[in-house]
Nanobody
Framework: QVQLVESGGGSVQPGGSLRLSCTASGFILDHFGIGWFRQVPGKEREWVSC????????TYADFVKGRFTMSRDIAKNTVDLQMNNLNTGDTGAYYCATDVEMFSRTCKTTAEHYDVWGQGTQVTVSS
């Protein structure tokens, strides 16, 4: 069964850090580009960051650049999102997703390019 599962969400104070993980089962995650998105109630899902297949290229939304970092652990079949210096605007449900195109060398920044999605993990930043 092809599946993605996010973990690592939680509640932190502004300035704190969290590390999210996206774990794949049923397929080799390194063969696909991965995107992280987030969503708050009443708003559309927004793209946060992406990593092309086989670790070639990462791109970050301006509002997380310099604070968030994506990385792969091929042995664990996971992609992590290290989030530092969190602020209240980072609150939301975070989702990982795989690119519809296998072995894509480009990093996709819009949701229509992704097909397999996880169930999401909640991140809450508040004082």
């Amino acid at each position: 069964q092809v599946q993605l599962v996010e973990s690592g969400g939680g509640s932190v104070q502004p300035g704190g850090s969290l590390r999210l993980s996206c774990t794949a089962s049923g397929f080799i995650l390194d063969h696909f580009g991965i995107g992280w998105f987030r969503q708050v109630p009443g708003k559309e899902r927004e793209w946060v960051s992406c990593l092309s297949s086989q670790g070639g290229h990462t791109t970050y939304a301006d509002f997380v650049k310099g604070r968030f970092t994506m990385s792969r652990d091929i042995a664990k079949n996971t992609v992590d999102l290290q989030m530092n210096n969190l602020n209240t605007g980072d609150t939301g449900a975070y989702y990982c997703a795989t690119d519809v195109e296998m072995f894509s060398r480009t990093c996709k920044t819009t949701a229509e390019h992704y097909d397999v999605w996880g169930q999401g993990t909640q991140v809450t930043v508040s004082s």
